[in-house]
T-cell receptor, first 114, second 114 residues
């Protein structure tokens, strides 16, 4: 079956521009997570959606970052006024409520801010 | 402040031998630990997990050991195969395997030589 998909796979933008990254989770998964991996670093938690509950935004690094999940399915991560330090691979994962083992990751979006 | 540490950025072993990947954590609230495997240009894939109520979990060639008093876990792969060559991430959560955000280490790149 279809896994988690993310688009675009690569995004190059200029400093100061806004970008939107998209995640299509596995159908039926109620949990959705965004992480990012900067060069030489581990995955860093950004935000977590679970069903209709308020999202856990505790990992968002600044107010330039926001995310939405529409209809309990597709999610978009928006970065406003991008900075060079935002350059990273942004990974989305989806999963089933109550089971951390089932966080299935997408291939990621590589964001480069020039 | 890194809560999950993988102090070896790389490891090289011979095919057929044992690979031992190590991970240390600092947060005593962590009660669930996971290992993920990542190939280039792909998202991480879940490999094996262990709850803090156990000290060992085995799945085929993969065994994870947890030493709570030392806040240390390790992943053993035996026998190692060339297809095991990948980056291995240690991750931890504080939700007893619920849909909780994961805290990742920086990863260890394993190379298994034929």
């Amino acid at each position: 079956g279809a896994g988690v998909s993310q688009s675009p796979s690569n995004k190059v933008t200029e400093k100061g521009k806004d970008v939107e990254l998209r995640c299509d989770p596995i159908s039926g998964h109620t949990a959705l997570y965004w992480y990012r991996q900067s060069l030489g670093q581990g995955l860093e938690f950004l935000i977590y959606f679970q069903g209709n509950s308020a999202p856990d935004k505790s990992g968002l690094p600044s107010d330039r970052f926001s995310a939405e999940r529409t209809g309990g399915s597709v999610s978009t991560l928006t970065i406003q006024r991008t900075q060079q330090e935002d350059s990273a691979v942004y990974l989305c994962a989806s999963g089933l409520a109550g089971n951390t083992d089932t966080q299935y990751f997408g291939p990621g979006t590589r964001l480069t801010v020039l | 402040d890194q809560q999950v540490k993988q102090n070896s950025p790389s490891l090289s072993v011979q095919e057929g031998r044992i690979s031992i990947l190590n991970c240390d954590y600092t947060n005593s609230m962590f009660d669930y630990f996971l290992w993920y495997k990542k190939y280039p240009a792909e998202g991480p894939t879940f490999l094996i997990s262990i709850s803090s109520i156990k000290d060992k979990n085995e799945d085929g060639r993969f065994t994870v050991f947890l030493n709570k008093s030392a806040k240390h876990l390790s992943l053993h792969i035996v026998p190692s195969q060339p297809g095991d060559s990948a980056v291995y991430f240690c991750a931890a959560s504080a939700g007893q395997g619920g849909s909780e955000k994961l805290v990742f280490g920086k990863g260890t790149k394993l190379t298994v030589n034929p």
